[in-house]
């Protein structure tokens, strides 16, 4: 029973979701990009596109704070009309685009939460765990 027991807890490690920073998947894009100088715009792209907005989530700088509004735009944004829209970017790397789009929203969430929990401030109730998080609405334009 001892060994099924430890057997079990052998292929456990297989079933954990991986943990890959942006900066590691990135990375790897770029390998496989070295000859192509097309798929290294695109990847480029994504790779700004991410890093604006987990950088400048918390800005308070107009411009910074624009930056990250464009990134989630961009990224919420299921418009393929655009050669380089987010799904067609996704699409070109070989990515699930509502995969990447549904990660991202998640350590948002996650992000606004611990800031909200550290500042004991209350806060807008975040989306339904159900539901998933979800893209920002656009407000109407007069």
């Known amino acids: 029973m001892a060994e099924t027991k430890n057997q079990t ?8 979701p991986n943990t890959l920073l942006p900066s590691q998947h990135f990375a790897a894009l770029r390998r496989r990009a070295e000859q192509e100088p097309e798929r290294r715009l695109v990847v480029a792209l994504l790779q700004d596109a991410v890093e604006c907005f ?33 799904e067609n970017v996704c699409e070109v790397l070989q990515l699930d685009p509502d995969y990447l789009r549904q990660g991202l929203l998640a350590w948002k969430a996650a992000q606004l939460a611990q800031r909200s929990s550290a500042e004991h401030s209350p806060s ?5 765990s159900q539901a998933g998080p979800r893209c920002p609405r656009k407000a109407a334009h007069g």
Not at 9 to 16: A, P, R, S, T, V
Not at 65 to 85: H, K, M, N, V, Y
Request: hydrophobic residues 35%; glycine residues 2%; charged residues 30%.
């Open 9 to 16: 807890d052998g292929f456990i490690h297989l079933l954990q």
């Open 54 to 86: 987990q950088k400048h989530l918390f800005a308070r700088d107009r411009k910074k704070r624009q930056l990250f509004r464009d990134a989630e735009e961009w990224i919420c944004s299921t418009d393929r009309t655009w050669p380089f829209s987010f």
């Open 124 to 128: 807008a109730p975040l989306p339904s």
